[in-house]
């Protein structure tokens, strides 16, 4: 048998291509679970990979994908069975081991999850990595006693992956969100998603040397790091707390004052949803098919074929993809 991928390669001048190739199954590596892939997300770290940049990928011919959704074809573990349907976010597929880029996949049993009744295969990738993440935010927020009558949350990066699903989900579970983005023609999007206010990134991006500012939000969802995870820290409510999965704008914050965290009761919390333990991810995926709104979610889907991968993939690296950039791999 064989199967469709799209495959980044490197020759020996270093240079890095991709292409989408037709490969033989004694290709893909060991694993527990054979999966017939639909469909996977372009995220910002596949752009990295397709490009051969950040030093992810480390062993070529490589096939990226970081998250994908199908069916399960051949099981040599008793939780999966021929034709179930699954998810698989993290666990470094699409970096380190071959991911979702292709119309079959081979991985083990442990990073797979069964996909929740209520939500397709196409939906489990408009929420993906991305959306995960976003529920492992709020999940955190709401550990950390942030509810809807605590005041409003802000979330940065809104117009991306990351921050497309908080906003939505954020309003459907009755928070109040203000939205952060630098592109102005991305308000009416966010506001349809459930954004209450709209705040330019370049109000949240400006140095500032004070140690704290007026009070202004309950908590936050960060997905971009950098100043504006500063900038916000700065103006969080007693008692607040943000959620930060921002590294777009930089791992390093900036001007960094612990004062926020010493004078407010502030915490930050980091979260990392690349190896969650199997019943978190269960948890998270029961939460996503409960509380987010499938409509709103279809409002930020814009599906792509494999073809399509190498063209996009500078332009998620530059923030110009809005919404969530659905791959049907068939296609």
Same mark, same amino acid.
Request: with cysteine; proline share 5%.
């Given at each position: ?32 679970? =054979? *999966? /017939? ?8 770290? $596949?752009? #990295?990979?397709? !490009? &051969?940049?950040?030093?992810? %990928? ?117 928070? =109040? *969100? /203000? ?8 308000? $009416?999007? #966010?506001?349809? !998603? &459930?954004?209450?206010?709209? %705040? ?132």
């Amino acid at each position: 048998m064989g199967f469709r991928a799209l495959l980044v390669d490197k020759d020996e001048n270093g240079t890095v291509s991709a292409a989408v190739q037709e490969l033989d199954d004694s290709r893909l590596p060991a694993g527990d679970v =054979t *999966v /017939a892939v639909e469909y996977s997300t372009l995220n910002y770290k $596949d752009g #990295l990979c397709i !490009l &051969g940049k950040g030093g992810l %990928v480390r062993t070529f011919p490589h096939v990226p994908g970081v998250d994908f959704s199908g069916t399960v074809e051949a099981s040599d573990d008793p939780r999966y069975r021929p034709g179930d349907r699954v998810v698989l976010t993290g666990w470094r597929v699409g970096e380190i081991w071959w991911g979702g880029y292709a119309t079959r996949a081979r991985v083990k049993a442990d990073w797979l999850v069964p996909l929740p009744a209520e939500i397709s295969n196409r939906q489990a990738m408009a929420i993906g990595t991305a959306g995960l993440t976003s529920m492992l935010a709020v999940m955190a927020l709401e550990k950390a006693g942030i509810f809807p009558n605590k005041g409003e949350i802000v979330v940065t990066g809104a117009a991306g992956g990351v921050g497309s699903v908080a906003v939505a989900l954020l309003d459907k579970l009755g928070y =109040t *969100v /203000a939205a952060v983005t630098g592109r102005p023609e991305t308000a $009416d999007y #966010l506001r349809k !998603l &459930g954004a209450a206010s709209i %705040v330019d990134r370049a109000e949240l991006s400006e140095a500032n040397g004070k140690p704290l500012e007026s009070e202004r939000w309950a908590g936050g969802i960060d997905a971009a790091g950098g100043d504006m995870l500063m900038r916000i820290l700065k103006q969080m409510k007693y008692g607040g707390a943000v959620a930060s999965i921002g590294l777009a704008a930089g791992a390093a914050i900036p001007s960094f004052t612990v004062v926020p965290f010493l004078l407010r009761g502030v915490s930050l919390l980091g979260i990392d949803s690349v190896m969650r333990p199997y019943n978190q991810r269960i948890d998270a995926w029961n939460r996503l098919e409960a509380d987010l709104p499938m409509d709103r979610l279809e409002d930020m889907i814009v599906e792509y074929g494999l073809g399509d991968l190498p063209a996009l993939a500078p332009l998620i690296l530059k923030g110009g993809v809005k919404g969530r950039a659905v791959i049907d791999v068939r296609r």
